[in-house]
């Protein structure tokens, strides 16, 4: 999506008005998105961010079904609504070197990687800043939530503590995804 923004094409400015209010992309444009992404034959993927409402997942099923690729496991990472506001607010990404960093738990350094390719150029998404993060989560609420009962019925829903360190995290993520 953020490809598609970035290129500026019709569907990207007009997911671009969307997501910096952050309110969500209505479902036809992401659904056909991701259509054009997953190709048959790729079946060892991990889909970031979609499904975001119960339309879009049931759009994915159905996709999933012709390419004849199940779901192995769905991702929940448990963050506290005020840990999140904490973590958006506070992130900034280079326009350079398109790293981000966190004023609290990552402060800006500049290093060989930024010098390489000029300045750095720090700003902060629209959907980043304090009021369209309040509506992101109250869109989450609304919308996404429903989603952890959907995947949950099906046996396919891995809760993940995202409050752990980084560490502790990757490592659950990754004995989900594996199986282990
Ligand atoms: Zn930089």
Redesign the pocket.
Known sequence: MREAVAQGTDLGREAKRYMDAGDLVPDAVVIGMIRERLSPGADNFLLDGFPRTIAQAQALDQMLGELDAPLDAVLALDVSREELVRRLAGRWI?R??S?SWHEVFAPHV?DD??VAVGE?DLYQRPDDRADAVENRLTVYAESTEPLIAYYAERGLLRAINGEQSQEQVYGQIASAVTGN
Do not use: L, S
Request: hydrophobic share 10%; charged share 25%; aromatic share 0%.
């Open positions: 280079c350079t070197c790293r500049r990687a930024c750095c």
